[in-house]
């Protein structure tokens, strides 16, 4: 356990298990509700899919123990593009498989170097998925953590300061969906009528950030 925070401290496989876990309680926790998000505008299947994908993963880690962050994340990927449905699949799982891959195959990084992974992993989702802020997606969420995150840690905050910050701006940024016309995936074909629904994706996205605040609080 690090005495103090340190904006360069280690994060290795240990730490993204850590993340992993967190992650896949929260889904399990939500499932309900981000079906529920998921009802009036998707297929109201995306807590389903999520819960069954994230207890995919964890069984995968569990089973192959890769010693690496990045060796944690793109199976963790790879997992996630096998086993949830729609689109939610391939999104989350490039997220996280190029993140990995961003990490290479060191046993420890700094979190400077993660917070770069995770902006190669939300381009990649970007590029996949032809949004762009405002399109009421998971990027709504995910484009502001990743500011919040990089702001701490350039300012000199520690992993769970920084962390923190980013869940905070996740959330917010998930929550200010709702009144935002959908432009991108099953939501855009209800035009006006989904305006005034908070996006499952950016939801679930909040959560997975939220699981990286865990991550680092039990690190500090």
Do not use: C
């Not at 730490?15 to 967190?22: G, K, N, S, V, Y």
């Not at 992650?23 to 009802?39: I, W, Y």
């Not at 998707?42 to 990045?70: I, K, S």
């Not at 994340?73 to 993140?99: E, F, K, M, N, W």
């Amino acid at each position: 356990m690090n005495a103090t925070p340190d904006p360069e401290a280690p994060v290795d496989a240990a730490f993204a298990r850590r993340w992993l876990a967190a992650a896949t309680a929260a889904v399990e926790r939500e499932a309900a509700r981000l079906t529920e998000l998921d009802s009036p505008i998707g297929d109201a299947d995306h807590g389903a899919n999520m819960r069954r994908g994230f207890l995919a993963a964890r069984t995968a880690v569990e089973q192959e123990a890769p010693q690496t962050p990045g060796g944690v994340l793109v199976l963790v990927g790879r997992t996630l593009i096998s086993t949830v449905g729609g689109a939610s699949g391939p999104l989350y799982g490039t997220l996280l498989r190029r993140a990995g891959k961003e990490l290479g195959e060191e046993p420890a990084v700094p979190v400077t170097r993660l917070r770069d992974a995770l902006r190669a992993g939300v381009d990649g989702v970007a590029q996949l998925g032809g949004a762009v802020p405002g399109d009421k997606t998971m990027l709504d969420a995910l484009l502001p953590a990743l500011d919040a995150l990089g702001g701490a840690l350039d300012a000199g905050d520690g992993a769970a300061k920084a962390f923190a910050a980013a869940a905070e701006a996740a959330g917010a940024g998930a929550t200010a969906t709702t009144p935002m016309r959908a432009r991108k995936g099953r939501a855009s074909y209800l035009g006006e009528r989904s305006i005034g629904h908070q996006d499952p994706g950016a939801t679930s996205s909040a959560l997975l950030v939220e699981a990286f605040a865990e991550a680092a609080r039990e690190d500090a």
